[in-house]
């Protein structure tokens, strides 16, 4: 069995989703991505082995890193320009291949290949849940960003025959139907490995929008501080650790950490909450879905938040006086999703 997967390149939620569930597939069945950007590069360091590039529509940014609309309507219209190629290239790919499913995690392009070609078509992201899910328990200022981003969704990846949601807080379903599944996080093999354990440090995962966060934790005495992901050009606090992006070193980070310092996408709020990780959490500029994000995890008792132009050392201290590691929560949503996709492959044998 062959299958097309495609996922959105923006930061690596989407890739370590897609490779939790490839872990979590049967060794028989051959899995082909494309994508672009920071999740081609992760596949492709990892040297795996049916990765393809296709157009991509990553966020434009201003001066600052931070998130712009113009910039991102701007690569918008970029892709547009683009995608036609891509579209005949994997439309030739499907016919010399035979995938028998397609599979989109938020990616736009692979979805209108599915439909033209007549290729059952299956949608595994957290996007959906802005869709698909009740959003009353959100404050009303959030409600309207949550009806937005759900339209946006259903026409970015239209009419999936099976939805599935990855989400770290609790939802509910705006009406049962055996189309829709609702899941925990998804994590990976080694993570479920690793025991947490609270350690003396505090990890940083950078984030390109986060200028001048170092200086601010080097306010704080008596702090020991792992950073994952800052540009050697930057580290500008000689007392901190340094450390490149590595899947089992991040993760052995993670489970050992006192606090956890990022931003608020799904997958690394999913992830941390896993380990009961307390979380400053920190959203994008002008990114809806992370301030939502934050929200979730603050009520649940595991974040607190702030935005970066607002960020102090004294929030920072208060952050780490009040929030202590706890049980963590839930199980591992990639392998539901692996059993959905095992169900509908063995119903077409």
């Known amino acids: 069995m062959k299958i097309f997967y495609s996922l959105s390149g923006e930061g690596l ?5 897609v490779a939790s569930v490839l872990e979590a597939l ?3 069945i051959e899995v082909h991505l494309f994508t672009w950007g920071e999740a081609y590069d992760f596949f492709q360091k990892q040297n795996y082995p049916h990765l393809h590039k296709i157009a991509q529509i990553p966020f434009g940014r201003d001066f600052k890193n931070r998130i712009s609309t113009p910039r991102t309507i701007l690569n918008f219209f970029r ?4 995608a036609p190629s891509s579209f005949l290239e994997v439309r030739r790919m499907v016919k010399n291949i035979k995938p028998s499913l397609i599979i989109s995690d938020f990616e736009c392009l692979m979805p209108r290949v599915a439909h033209f070609c007549g290729i059952p078509l299956f949608s595994i992201d957290n996007q959906h849940r802005f869709s698909r899910c009740e959003i009353q328990e959100l404050p009303k200022k959030y409600k309207n960003f949550a009806r937005l981003i759900g339209l946006l ?4 990846v239209p009419r999936p025959e099976r939805v599935i949601i990855s989400t770290f807080h609790c939802s509910t ?3 049962l139907d055996s189309k829709t599944v609702l899941t925990n996080c998804f994590v990976r093999k080694h993570f479920e490995e690793h025991n947490p354990t609270v350690g003396d440090y505090v990890l940083l995962y950078y984030k390109s929008s986060f200028g001048g966060i170092l200086e601010i934790l080097a306010e704080i005495e008596g702090i020991k501080v792992k950073v994952y992901g800052c540009p050697p050009e930057l ?8 450390f490149e992006i590595s899947n089992e070193g991040f993760v052995e980070a993670l489970a050992g950490c006192r606090h956890l310092i990022s931003g608020s996408g799904n997958q690394l709020l999913g992830e941390a909450i896993y380990y ?10 002008n990114q809806p879905e992370q301030m939502i994000n934050a929200h979730y995890a603050e009520k649940m008792g595991f974040a607190y938040q702030s935005n970066m132009d607002e960020l102090t050392s004294e929030k920072i201290q208060f952050f780490f006086d009040n929030f202590e590691c706890s049980k963590g929560l839930g199980s591992n949503g990639a392998r539901i999703a692996a059993k959905e996709i095992h169900a509908y492959l063995e119903g077409i044998k």
């Open 26 to 28: 049967k060794d028989d």
């Open 153 to 156: 969704t259903e026409i970015y």
């Open 235 to 242: 580290r500008t606090v000689s007392k901190f650790e340094y």
């Open 173 to 175: 379903l705006k009406k």
């Open 79 to 82: 892709f547009l320009a683009n």
């Open 13 to 17: 939620g989407h890739a370590i989703r």
């Open 276 to 285: 009961g990780k307390p979380i400053l959490a920190i959203p994008e500029h």
